[in-house]
């Protein structure tokens, strides 16, 4: 049995500014070099675009065909520059909360199964083993996710899952992301 989260995908979700600006800001600041890659960026920012974002930056990383890292880094920094600007003292979520609370979206999209959320979860557990989960709920949820989908080869977690998932969606604004975003975003990072 499967428990399907939220609303048809193929509806966009109208854009709240702040917490789109709050998801962007925290991917373009990630701080993680390689997370989302260079190649990736172009699409992410399509997709934004497409879903009503406004920057400069993610205009111009949108029209990019080909283009070196070092094109993409700057696009990606003049974005990180424009989102920080229009914050101003909102907080951003942390890099991994964004990335944990899309997998969580793409489950209430219905984009994915929660097991096919749990199993997106396994895959980001691989870039997050090594640091330090103690003080950071959005770690301990994609922990969590990780052991849920292993344990469910044995009995079914979906409950469990439901759960895990409905608290990771809060980690990102309600509606600050439309599904292809989060299927841009989430192919990028594993």
């Not at 600007?85 to 909360?97: I, M, S, T, V, Y």
């Not at 989960?133 to 080869?153: F, P, T, V």
């Not at 990771?168 to 841009?184: N, Q």
Request: net charge negative.
């Amino acid at each position: 049995m499967s428990v399907q989260g939220g609303p048809d995908p193929g509806k966009l979700c109208p854009v709240t500014t702040v917490g789109t600006v709050q998801v962007v800001h925290a991917l373009a600041t990630s701080g993680h070099v390689d997370l989302p890659d260079h190649e990736s960026w172009p699409e992410i920012a399509r997709c934004l675009v497409a879903f009503g974002g406004h920057w400069p930056a993610a205009i111009d990383l949108a029209a990019l065909s080909t283009a070196s890292p070092a094109q993409v880094d700057e696009a990606v920094a003049r974005l990180a520059e424009q989102t920080g600007r229009e914050l101003g003292e909102r907080p951003a979520p942390h890099f991994w909360d964004t990335v944990c609370g899309l997998v969580a979206r793409s489950w209430r999209l219905g984009l994915f199964t929660e097991r096919d959320a749990t199993c997106c979860m396994n895959r980001i557990w691989y870039e997050i083993r090594d640091l330090d989960r103690s003080a950071s709920q959005d770690l301990q949820i994609i922990w969590q996710g990780m052991g849920l989908w292993e344990l469910d080869e044995h009995s079914d977690q979906s409950r469990a899952m439901v759960d895990l998932l409905i608290g990771a969606d809060r980690l990102i604004p309600a509606d600050a992301v439309d599904g292809p975003t989060c299927k841009a975003v989430l192919d990028a990072i594993g």
